[in-house]
């Protein structure tokens, strides 16, 4: 059974803080991806990578950054969190080519204060 | 413009009913098609691949329209089972390989 996991499923933070979210596949995949889900906005992709130490901004990258060192891994950092970040994040990861579809993480709720 | 349009909706219709969903998208240079299934408070899970020719599996058919760039879902026979919001996605297949994702449309079955 093809697996994405992520690191927490609900995560609380203090404004200011520096956040790790986790994401690790076990389908040899190449491209991973991460995004942000909000009521009304559906989702809005921050940053993907198609290999390892590759990553390209997607539509929202500002306040993120992501390190991909590893194929299985791919990180979502926030600087500095902030109260708008406060969303549900999903990682995914699909084959380089786009063919198939995409698998998702359980996704992670973030809250900050 | 968005690259992938649909009706947020919501639809509410009784079960047993048929009901059809349909999404837009902006590039004709799209070449891969899907249709998800998202649960409140879940991950998006795939229902469907969407092909040229069209594609059915048990109550739900999924059509194709390339010249009028719509993606269309169906579902036959409405269970209370299906609530939940379907998400319109393609993908372009270009380096990155970026998928888009429609803003989902919501789907309640009522008894």
């Known amino acids: 059974d093809v697996k994405v996991t992520q690191s927490s499923r609900y995560l609380v933070k203090r404004t200011g803080e520096k956040v790790f979210l986790e994401c690790v596949q076990d389908?040899?995949?190449?491209?991973m991806f991460w995004y942000r889900q909000d009521p009304g906005l559906g989702l809005r992709l921050i940053y993907f990578?198609?290999?390892?130490?590759?990553?390209e901004k997607g539509d929202i990258p500002e306040g993120y950054s992501v390190s991909r060192e590893k194929k299985e891994r791919f990180s979502l950092i926030l600087e500095s969190a902030s109260t708008n970040q406060t969303s549900m994040y999903l990682c995914?990861?699909?084959?380089?080519?786009?063919?198939?579809?995409?698998?998702f993480g359980p996704g992670t709720r973030l809250t900050v204060t | 413009r968005k690259e992938v349009e649909q009706d947020p909706g919501p639809f509410n219709v009784p079960e047993g009913a048929t009901v059809a969903f349909n999404c837009t998208y902006s590039?004709?240079?799209?070449?891969?098609f899907f249709w998800y299934r998202q649960d409140c408070r879940k991950e998006p899970k795939l229902l469907m691949s969407v092909y040229s020719s069209g594609n059915e599996d048990g109550r739900f058919t999924a059509q194709l329209n390339r010249a009028s760039q719509y993606i269309s879902l169906l579902i036959r026979d409405s269970k209370l089972s299906d609530s939940a919001t379907y998400l319109c996605v393609v993908n372009m297949r270009r380096t990155g390989n970026q998928f888009y994702f429609g803003t989902g449309t919501s789907l309640t079955v009522i008894p």
């Open positions: 590039n004709s240079a799209s070449q891969s």
């Open positions: 990578s198609y290999d390892v130490k590759m990553k």
């Open positions: 995914a990861s699909s084959t380089r080519d786009g063919e198939y579809e995409q698998y």
């Open positions: 389908m040899d995949h190449e491209n």
